[in-house]
C-alpha cells in the first residue's frame, strides 16, 4: 500500500510483522480507553465515496457497516466536498478520535488525492472556509456539491492513496461477475469498462491497473479475450472517441458471432453504459463492484493498515515527549 508521507504527516513504512504487533496492541488501548485519560489513543476512520443514487449510498453504507463495531467510522460523500469531509471530521471529533485513517473508495487513488490534502491542511491550497462560503452555498443546490475550502481541526489524519483498481481483492469480484454471464468462453468476449480521466496518461495507468484485476478472471475462466476501456464521461472530445472504440468492439464481436459481455469496473451500478451501447448486443447484470463482500474487505484492510501507522505514531510521539 503506498501513503503519501506528507499525507499522514509522519509515516515510516514498518513491515508486515510490526503492523501485526501494532494491531495486537489493541486490546490494551481499549481498556486505556476505559479509564479515559488524557493520553488515551483514540482512532477512528472516515470513509470518501462519490455517492448517487439511494440504492449506491445503501451499498456503501452496507460494505462499511462490519467496520463499525471495531472503529469510529463516518462516511463523506462527494468529490472531495470539503462540506461533506468536515461534517464527518466534526463527527469524529464529537467521538474523542485523535487519528484518523481516510479510506478514499474510488476506482483510482488519484481521483481527488491532491485535494483532499488540501481540503484537510495537509498541503497548501484550500483556502479558509470563510472565504468560501458564498460559493459553497451555491453549490448547496448542485446534485453533487464540490466545496473547497481548509478544514480547521487537530486531527491527524493518515490518507491511503489506493483506489479499487490496486486492490487485489477486486480480482474475485471481476471474477464472480464474468462468471455469472459467461455460459460458452471459447466463444465470449468481455468488455470491462471504467469512468476513466481526462489526462491521457492517467487515464493509461487506469486501463493498466484494471486489466490487472482481469488476469485472474481470464485465467480461471478461459475467456476468449477480456479487454479494458475508460468511456472518460466528464471530457466530451475523449468521450466521443471511448464511445466509438467500444461501440465497435461491442459490434465486431457481433458481426463475427461471438457474444459480448459488458462489466462496469464502477463502484456501483451500470453507469450511462445502456444508453452508450444502445441497439447493441451484449449480455450484462449491471452490476458494480459493489455489492461484493470484497469491497468491504478492502476497506477494512485499509482502515487496519493505517490504524498500525497511527498506532505508531501515536506512541513514538508519546515517547518522545517523555
Known amino acids: 500500500m503506498r501513503i503519501d508521507e506528507l499525507a499522514i504527516r509522519y509515516f515510516r513504512l514498518i513491515p508486515l510483522c510490526a503492523i501485526a504487533v501494532a494491531l495486537s496492541s489493541c486490546a490494551s488501548t481499549s481498556s486505556r480507553d476505559s479509564r479515559g485519560t488524557e493520553d488515551d489513543f483514540r482512532y477512528g476512520v472516515m470513509v470518501m465515496a462519490h455517492g448517487g443514487s439511494e440504492e449506491w449510498n445503501a451499498h456503501v453504507a452496507e460494505a462499511i457497516e462490519p467496520l463499525k463495531a471495531r472503529f469510529p467510522v463516518e462516511l463523506a460523500l462527494g468529490m472531495a466536498d470539503a462540506g461533506s469531509m468536515e461534517a464527518a471530521v466534526r463527527r469524529l471529533e464529537s467521538q474523542g478520535v485523535q487519528h484518523v485513517g481516510l479510506v478514499r473508495v474510488f476506482v483510482s487513488g488519484e481521483s481527488w488525492y491532491e485535494r483532499t490534502l488540501e481540503i484537510l ?39 491511503g492513496s489506493e483506489g479499487l483498481a490496486d486492490a487485489v481483492e477486486m480480482d474475485d469480484v471481476v471474477t464472480a461477475r464474468i462468471r455469472a454471464l459467461s455460459s460458452d468462453p471459447d466463444n465470449e468476449v468481455v468488455a470491462v469498462i471504467a469512468h476513466g480521466p481526462g489526462d491521457d496518461d492517467e487515464n493509461r495507468r487506469w486501463i493498466e ?68 451501447l444502445g441497439e447493441l448486443d451484449y449480455r450484462a447484470d449491471k452490476l458494480g463492484l459493489l455489492p461484493h463482500p470484497n469491497v468491504g474487505v478492502w476497506i477494512a484492510k485499509q482502515a487496519s493498515l493505517m490504524e498500525a501507522d497511527a498506532l505508531e505514531h501515536h506512541f513514538t510521539l508519546a515517547s518522545n515527549l517523555q
Request: aromatic share 8%; glycine share 8%.
Open 209 to 276: 491497473k484494471i486489466t490487472e484485476r482481469t488476469r485472474s478472471a481470464h485465467e480461471q475462466l478461459g475467456m476468449r479475450e477480456i479487454r479494458v476501456f475508460t468511456l472518460r464521461e466528464d471530457w466530451p472530445e475523449r468521450r466521443i472517441a471511448a464511445e466509438l472504440e467500444i461501440r465497435n468492439y461491442i459490434a465486431q464481436a457481433n458481426s463475427q458471432g461471438l457474444t459480448p459481455i459488458v462489466v462496469p469496473f464502477r463502484v456501483q451500478g451500470f453507469g450511462p453504459y445502456e444508453r452508450v
Open 121 to 159: 491542511g495537509i498541503r497548501e491550497g484550500a483556502p479558509p472556509r470563510a472565504e468560501q462560503q458564498h460559493s459553497h452555498g451555491a453549490m448547496a443546490d448542485m446534485p453533487m456539491p464540490m466545496g473547497f475550502w481548509k478544514v480547521d481541526t487537530e486531527l491527524v489524519f493518515h490518507v
